[in-house]
């Protein structure tokens, strides 16, 4: 059997000739069906377990397959009054499993279980004003209309009402450890399944976090095709669509989509010489393009660049082929910093020419760190936001601030590492006592603090919200630690807006004052390091000396005695710290876990917040638990350390200058 199944149908959505390549082991797939990795991000094994729970009594279909999962749905389905976990359902040739599929007699609840997060509001918050499917949730509905269609159609004489069942944002948990009683365990085909640990009564379940949203009417009008994204009719109507799907599938046959900006991120690209591309193939037949076509620097890679479907429109697929008038406006900002559109041209004039050298504002630069505080302060933090919460009072997808790391450099070029935090016992709520030890570190002077992107801000905002639900019986010092939190953010829901020693933001420096061309346009830490060490002898000659470790000339926590930075690989090339790290786990590509973090504000983080949530969510040993600590310390030090560096190339440039 080949049916269309709900992953297909998913896929499908985003491009249907993708039907061709899922599955084949000749091509290349960027996501791999890598589920343990998502699990971990998303937390989405763990809900769907949690939603069982509050269906006691119900079946649930563990077979695999097609046949035996279908006779046992059949069998159960006989019953007046059942509840089903997995339900398998045929509908010609399409096939389904519905999370939970609740039956009284001919009434019929199709439940579809989500980890996405919800706001409360009902229904009515998956349309626009003018009543059209916002763009963010028509993927989730589009999934819950198919399941409608098959099921109804394998029985039409039942009363179908379609629910999706989401992380209600409105609610709190009522009890503690909720998140840890559901864990993730891989079998030895590396298959996962969830194990629950205790009892999961309502009692100990407490309230539901998990609720319950009726989408009927808003699946009806997909089926009966009245209802669309900015309501734009397709050409094919629903049923349509998914019969041709359906039977290309079966057919083995591809299907041709029309070339566009999705296809920039098709999980079917791939370099590997060994294995096929279907973007290369899709392109290479659409287009027309060579080998040698796919060498250049294509237009997806301009930074932030919102004008690729018109530019595609035009023919224009290559960055040699922008022209100044593409990018519009290309003039600096009021204050002389770098415009987003300057920035934009920049990027491509210098690739048009082949010009690798970078760009630093040097008098914008020298003047803003003019007012800058020494000792300076570098920051950085890891957290994780899960569907289930942790604690009692939380709320779902509230953050855990779990992991600190601080670096100090001193106005006479003197670094140290100075102070770390880092909690991962399982059901230990470390927000408040992460402030505290944050706090201690800074209050010392009045030195500058330094964060690379908005997370640090956005994350002690988060945690003075969480302070203001908490009595002050509880939390004595429960002032002051607000008091330090508005002192170095900046909040537009407050006045003053920003505190007096307001963080300074890194990233907001890049892209002001700075660019390099071996970032490929991308503002990353992880991006800018390796492009300048590459660059500067200053940092190259520092740092390639035995003189970072726990009693070397720059102290650190966590390394040992003459660690070395700069080291290069064959060809003489500076290796990215980053890859000198030793691997937190066998069985996880921490780079690969990053793709999974679908939330921007923790992508650059996602190494530590997958390591976070396998403590957290998977059984291990007291020896694995340690060694993963002692990882996660060293890749938050080497991210202080990181904007340390990046500041000493930018410091060392501008003072050589002599402006």
């Known amino acids: 059997m080949r049916p269309l199944t709900k992953s297909r149908f998913k896929l499908a959505m985003s491009c249907p000739t993708k039907l061709f390549y899922t599955g084949k082991a000749e091509y290349g797939n960027r996501k791999d069906d890598d589920t343990f990795l998502e699990a971990l991000a998303e937390g989405g094994y763990q809900v769907g377990e949690l939603a069982k729970c509050y269906f006691p009594g119900g079946y649930d279909i563990t077979e695999k397959g097609y046949e035996e999962p279908l006779i046992r749905t059949n069998e159960l389905l006989k019953k007046e009054k059942v509840v089903i976990f997995e339900a398998a359902i045929q509908f010609q040739g399409f096939f389904i499993r519905i999370d939970i599929l609740e039956k009284k007699g001919d009434k019929i609840n199709l439940i579809e279980v989500k980890a ?15 009543g059209s499917i916002e763009k963010e949730w028509n993927d989730y509905l589009q999934d819950v209309a198919y399941q409608k269609y098959v099921l109804q159609n394998a029985f039409p004489n039942w009363k179908i009402k379609a629910y999706l069942m989401l992380a209600d944002k409105s609610k709190r948990a009522t009890v503690s450890g909720l998140n840890q009683r559901f864990l993730l365990v891989k079998d ?52 349509e669509k998914i019969q041709e799907w359906a039977q290309s599938y079966a057919h083995d046959e591809k299907l041709t989509s029309p070339v566009g900006a999705h296809c920039f991120s098709c999980e079917f690209h791939t370099d590997n010489p060994d294995l096929r591309s279907g973007f290369h193939e899709c392109w290479k037949q659409l287009l027309g393009f060579s080998d040698e076509d796919f060498q250049k620097p294509m237009i997806d890679q301009v930074w932030n660049f919102k004008g690729k479907k018109k530019l595609l429109k035009e023919g224009i697929f290559f960055m040699d082929d922008i022209r100044k008038e593409h990018i519009g406006k290309t003039e600096p900002n009021k204050d002389g910093t770098l415009s987003m559109a300057l920035r934009q041209w920049m990027q491509v004039e210098k690739a048009q020419q082949k010009n690798d050298e970078f760009f630093l504002d040097y008098d914008g630069m020298r003047r803003l760190m003019d007012r800058f505080t020494f000792p300076l302060h570098f920051i950085d933090f890891e957290t994780s936001m899960v569907a ?20 100090i450099m001193y106005e006479d070029g003197r670094v140290e590492h100075k102070d770390e935090f880092i909690k991962t016992e399982r059901g230990e709520f470390p927000n408040f006592e992460f402030l505290r030890e944050l706090k201690k570190a800074l209050e010392k002077d009045e030195g500058t603090i330094f964060r690379y992107a908005k997370h640090e801000n956005t994350v002690l905002n988060q945690i003075n919200r969480q302070l203001q639900y908490v009595d002050k019986n509880e939390i004595p010092d429960k002032n002051e630690l607000q008091d330090f939190i508005f002192s170095i953010t900046n909040d537009k829901r407050r006045t003053p807006k920003a505190g007096k020693r307001n963080m300074v933001d890194m990233w907001q420096m890049v892209k002001d004052y700075f660019y390099d061309p071996r970032t490929l346009g991308s503002n990353s830490i992880k991006a800018v390091l390796p492009a300048v060490l590459s660059r500067s002898e200053y940092i190259q000659d520092k740092y390639s000396k035995p003189v970072y470790g726990q009693n070397s000339e720059i102290p650190s926590k966590n390394f040992p005695d003459g660690w070395i930075w700069i080291q290069r690989d064959e060809y003489g090339n500076v290796i990215d710290p980053y890859k000198l790290l030793p691997k937190l786990f066998d069985d996880i590509d921490l780079e690969e876990a990053e793709k999974f973090i679908t939330n921007n504000e923790l992508n650059s983080g996602g190494a530590a917040l997958t390591a976070f949530a396998k403590m957290q969510f998977t059984e291990m040993t007291s020896q694995e638990r ?34």
């Open 626 to 659: 340690d060694l993963i600590v002692k990882g996660l310390l060293k890749y938050c030090e080497l991210d202080t350390l990181a904007m340390v560096m990046i500041y000493e190339f930018w410091r060392n440039e501008v003072n050589s200058k002599g402006l």
């Open 116 to 130: 996405k997060s919800y706001d409360g509001g009902g229904a009515d918050c998956f349309l626009t004003k003018s």
């Open 188 to 239: 030895h085909k590396n298959r996962i399944s969830v194990k629950n640990t205790g009892e999961t009564t309502s009692d100990t379940l407490g309230s539901p976090i998990l609720s319950k949203v009726n989408v009927d009417e808003i699946t009806n009008g997909i089926i009966a095709d009245t209802l669309f994204v900015n309501n734009c009719k397709p050409k094919l109507s629903f049923s």
């Open 388 to 407: 289930i919460p942790f604690y009692k009072g939380q709320r779902p997808y509230e953050t855990i601030a779990f992991q600190f790391s601080h670096h």
